[in-house]
C-alpha cells in the first residue's frame, strides 16, 4: 500500500515560515497529496491538497516535487493556534474509492 | 454552517450492549467514511460509502455495521462492542469526485468496559 513519511516532531517560531516535509516515494499517477492538521481533542481539519502542480490557498501552500515523490506544506507565517499535528496522507485516486492512506504525522510547536 | 455532527461525543458502555453513534452531514456529500483512530496507529477506515444504499468494507470493519438509507446519515453500529473497540472514532465525507477535501465531525471517544 502506498505511504507517506513524515518526522515525527518539528517546531517554530511564531511568525515565522514552517517547512514541512513528507515522502511518498511509491505515490501513483492518480493519487492525490493531501494534508490535514489536528489540533488537541478536535478532528482532523483540511488543509490543502494537490495532485501535480504547486497549491495556494488562504491557510497554506503545498509544493510538489517534480517527480511527485515527495511535497511541502508551507505555513508562510505560523501563529500560535497553528500549533497541531499535521497529516500527509495520499489520497488513492481513481479505482480506489477515495481511500485515504494516514500516516502518523508531524506534531508542530509553535513558540511565542 | 456547513459540518459533520456526530453523537456522542463520549461514550462508555460495557461489553456486548449495542450502540449506535451517529453521523450527519449538511453539504450534500456522497461520500461518506468512518474512521478509528488509536495511538501508535493513526486513522484507519472502517467502512465507506459512495452513496445512498452503497456501503463497503474499510481496512478494520470487524465488529462494525453501517448503513446508508439517506444521504446525510451514516451511523456505525456496534452489535456486541468488545474492548478493543475503545477507541477515538471519526465521520468523514466529501463530493465523490477526487478533486475535493474531506470535512470530519468532531470525534466520539467510545470506551467499552
Known amino acids: 500500500d502506498a505511504k507517506t513519511t513524515q518526522p515525527n516532531s518539528m517546531e517554530s517560531n511564531e511568525e515565522e515560515p514552517v517547512h514541512l516535509p513528507c515522502n511518498h516515494s511509491?505515490?501513483?499517477?492518480?493519487?492525490?497529496i493531501h494534508w490535514y492538521r489536528q489540533l488537541p481533542s478536535q478532528g482532523p481539519e483540511y488543509v490543502i491538497h494537490?495532485?501535480?502542480?504547486?497549491v495556494n490557498n488562504r491557510m497554506a501552500s503545498l509544493a510538489i516535487a517534480e517527480d511527485r515523490k515527495s511535497s511541502t506544506l508551507i505555513l508562510h507565517r505560523a501563529t500560535l493556534r497553528d500549533a497541531a499535528v499535521y497529516y500527509c496522507i495520499l489520497g488513492l485516486g481513481a479505482g480506489n474509492n477515495r481511500k485515504l492512506i494516514w500516516g502518523l504525522g508531524t506534531s508542530l510547536a509553535v513558540n511565542p | 454552517e456547513a459540518q459533520v455532527t456526530q453523537n456522542p461525543r463520549y461514550l462508555i458502555t460495557v461489553t456486548g450492549k449495542k450502540l449506535t453513534v451517529t453521523c450527519s452531514q449538511n453539504m450534500n456529500h456522497e461520500y461518506m467514511s468512518w474512521y478509528r483512530q488509536d495511538p501508535g496507529l493513526g486513522l484507519r477506515q472502517i467502512y465507506y460509502?459512495?452513496?445512498?444504499?452503497?456501503?463497503d468494507k474499510g481496512d478494520v470493519p470487524e465488529g462494525y455495521k453501517v448503513s446508508r438509507k439517506e444521504k446525510r446519515n451514516f451511523p456505525l453500529i456496534l452489535e456486541s462492542p468488545s474492548p478493543n473497540q475503545t477507541s477515538l472514532y471519526f465521520c468523514?465525507?466529501?463530493?465523490?469526485?477526487?478533486?475535493?477535501?474531506?470535512?470530519f465531525g468532531s470525534g466520539t471517544r467510545l470506551t467499552v468496559v
Open positions: 468523514a465525507s466529501s463530493f465523490r469526485e477526487t478533486n475535493y477535501g474531506y470535512t
Open positions: 494537490g495532485l501535480t502542480s504547486n
Open positions: 460509502s459512495m452513496n445512498v444504499e452503497v456501503t
Open positions: 511509491t505515490i501513483s499517477g492518480t493519487d492525490y
